[in-house]
């Protein structure tokens, strides 16, 4: 059974930084793309950065490039998102999931999420 697990969230000012972790136990995660996804009050679950199997290859969305890190350490069974110079639309709840190779959220098993608040 996967079991997930994300932290690292909180409440920072614009321009502060934050490093997320989520760790999924259950699964072999090496075998699989991982990503991070954000939902903010009011708004649909967006895809946010996402990392290959093996962590060769990285891809962003257009409002993480520059900012947001992705990488992964599979002997943890963890992936991380390094966050910094965030904004006040940065804030939303983060969640972590396996991806398909077209970088969409593969796994039906979603963890609780990490609060982002991000203060003007």
């Known amino acids: 059974q996967v079991q997930v697990e994300e932290s690292g969230g909180g409440l920072v000012q614009a321009g502060g930084s934050l490093r997320l972790s989520c760790r999924r136990s259950g699964s072999t995660l090496s075998d699989y793309p991982l990503g991070w996804f954000r939902q903010a009050p009011g708004k649909e679950r967006e895809f946010v950065a996402g990392?290959?199997?093996?962590?060769?290859?990285?891809n962003y969305a257009e409002a993480a490039k520059g900012r947001f890190t992705i990488s992964r350490d599979d002997a943890k069974n963890t992936v991380y998102l390094q966050m910094i110079n965030l904004r006040p639309e940065d804030t939303a709840l983060y969640y972590c999931n396996t991806l398909t190779d077209r970088w969409r959220a593969l796994s039906h098993v979603w963890g609780q999420g990490t609060q982002v608040t991000v203060s003007s």
């Open positions: 990392i290959s199997s093996g962590g060769g290859r990285t």
